[in-house]
């Protein structure tokens, strides 16, 4: 459940950055495009045309760790005050949010590993228990004259 609700704050993260991007960095894209920046990539001059498109290229680059540089390389060379917008979406997607999934994945897996050490500790007391039962029930099969002692002629 918590990994969902992760899940959920990465896609708001991402929007959040897709907005500002079509908003300032799509013009920028699309002067780019027109110049030939990126004759041989076909999405390139779409990447940010709108926030879905925005959102499914930063998931590409981002999340998925294809050709970031591909992208963000000409538009922060030609605009550098661009890399505040290109770089802090990778940052605090992939530092920020990801590393949140990280721990939780972590801290379940941790929680997990108790609850098993603690089954395994109610497991071992039970058969304790049953032990000492089978212990007592064969002394007191020994015990000849049942005076609860056992004596080494017994």
Known sequence: R????SSVLLALVMTIWAVIAVELVNPLVQD?????TWSDCTRCAKSFSSV???NITFFKTLIAGDSWGEMAVPI???HPWTAIILCGSLLSTVYGVLSLIVAVVV??????RANDVEAVAVELADTEVIEKRGL???????????????????
């Open 2 to 5: 918590t990994l969902c609700w």
């Open 136 to 154: 007592m029930k064969l002394f007191d099969q020994l015990d000849s004259d049942s005076s609860g002692q056992l004596s080494l002629e017994e």
């Open 32 to 36: 780019l495009a027109k110049e030939g």
């Open 107 to 112: 801290d379940t897996f941790a929680e997990n």
């Open 76 to 78: 922060i060379e030609r």
């Open 52 to 54: 879905m498109m925005a």
